[in-house]
Every structure is written in C-alpha cells, then in structure tokens.
T-cell receptor, first 110, second 115 residues
Framework: KAGVTQTPRYLIKTRGQQVTLSCSPISGHRSVSWYQQTPGQGLQFLFEYFSETQRNKGNFPGRFSGRQFSNSRSEMNVSTLELGDSALYLC?????????FGSGTRLTVV | GENVEQHPSTLSVQEGDSAVIKCTYSDSASNYFPWYKQELGKGPQLIIDIRSNVGEKKDQRIAVTLNKTAKHFSLHITETQPEDSAVYFCAASIGLTGGGNKLTFGTGTQLKVEL
C-alpha cells in the first residue's frame, strides 16, 4: 500500500517568488493536513482539507493557501516567499483515525 | 488554544535500558494522543496512539500511559536498541467545530541509544 507522497523533495526559491507543493494521500484517505516544521517553532498546523473543502486553518498569514482535488490530492501554495518560510513542509492523510505523514518537502528561501 | 509540553529534550540511554518521555497538555477536551518517531530526512512515523477513554496501551516494546485528571501522558520504550535512536514527538488532538482534528505537537525528544 503506497504511503503519502510529497513532491518535490527539495526546493530552492528566491525571496518574493511563489511556490506550489504537492501531496498525494494514501488511497481512500479523504482528509489531508499540512504542517510546517522548523527548528525554532517545531511542528505547526497550517490547514486541513476534506472533500475538496478547507475544514480547518492554523495561524498562518494569507500567503499560505491550499486546495484539494476530487481525487483527494492536495496542493499548498506560498506566495511572496520570505526567508522565514524556509522549512520542512509535511503533509498527512487520515481516514478518520491516525495521521500518516509523508517525507516532506524541504523548502529553502534565499 | 492547546499547548503541549514535552520533556526531556534530549535523552541518552544504554542499549537494553528503558526510556521514558513525558508530555503534558492544557486542553481537557483533547481526546487523542499519538506519538511519532522522526528519523533524519524522513517525516514523522506514527508508533503508537491512545484515546482518552483508555488509560494504557502497549505494543511490543512500546507503551503509552494517559492520566486525564493530571493531563499528562508518557511514552515508555523497554529494551532499547540502537535503531530506536531518533526524535520522538508527542501530540494532542482535539476535535474541531468544522469536523476533523488538529494535532498540537510537543517540542520533541532526541533519544540516543548508546552501545
């Protein structure tokens, strides 16, 4: 059974640019959540999508957005990148119980 | 909002010894408590979880205990092995009004198992 797949694994962007990250959940999982992991702030909740609708949102600025498609795949977008956006972005999918995480996308903003 | 504190931040044990990591949470409405293991370059891996209607759960060398009154829960690893070396995160989850859950994580414990 395939796990949660995130692409790309690594990304380098310049300040001011925008970026889109992709997440394919485990087959059958309809809930997809996104988390940001940094050494200073740890793991922080960004948002959760369920059946193509954003169900919950964390305390991040509007530059962070996402969407979910009918096949449950999700994308996360960050516009006007700042140096502080450098982090490991993790996606997790759930069937209603535990959350399974992907390996993440390492974003570096220079 | 929910706040989860985790201790210790680093833990070094000898192979074969036991390791205990403790977490406290602030929101009494939290009802799901997973533990994750994260190895270098990988995402967090769920190793065990417990729901608020259960006081203890065990899976081979790993056990979790929950004290709802005191709002704390602990991870116990017995007979530690070098491959147990990793960062461990506790989390607390609360059901949200829109449905679904949000995980609030502790700050992590770097466990090192020495030969």
């Amino acid at each position: 059974k395939a796990g949660v797949t995130q692409t790309p694994r690594y990304l380098i962007k310049t300040r001011g640019q925008q970026v889109t990250l992709s997440c394919s959940p485990i087959s059958g999982h309809r809930s997809v959540s996104w988390y940001q992991q940094t050494p200073g702030q740890g793991l922080q909740f960004l948002f959760e999508y369920f059946s193509e609708t954003q169900r919950n949102k964390g305390n991040f600025p509007g530059r962070f957005s996402g969407r979910q498609f009918s096949n449950s795949r999700s994308e996360m977008n960050v516009s006007t990148l700042e140096l502080g956006d450098s982090a490991l972005y993790l996606c997790a999918s759930s069937l209603g119980g535990g959350y399974t995480f992907g390996s993440g996308t390492r974003l570096t903003v220079v | 909002g929910e706040n989860v504190e985790q201790h210790p931040s680093t833990l070094s044990v000898q192979e074969g010894d036991s390791a205990v990591i403790k977490c406290t949470y602030s929101d009494s409405a939290s009802n799901y408590f997973p533990w994750y293991k994260q190895e270098l370059g990988k995402g967090p891996q769920l190793i065990i979880d417990i729901r608020s209607n259960v006081g203890e759960k065990k899976d081979q060398r790993i056990a979790v205990t929950l004290n709802k009154t005191a709002k704390h829960f602990s991870l116990h690893i017995t007979e530690t092995q070098p491959e147990d070396s990793a960062v461990y995160f506790c989390a607390a989850s609360i059901g949200l009004t829109g449905g679904g859950n949000k995980l609030t994580f502790g700050t992590g414990t770097q466990l090192k198992v020495e030969l």
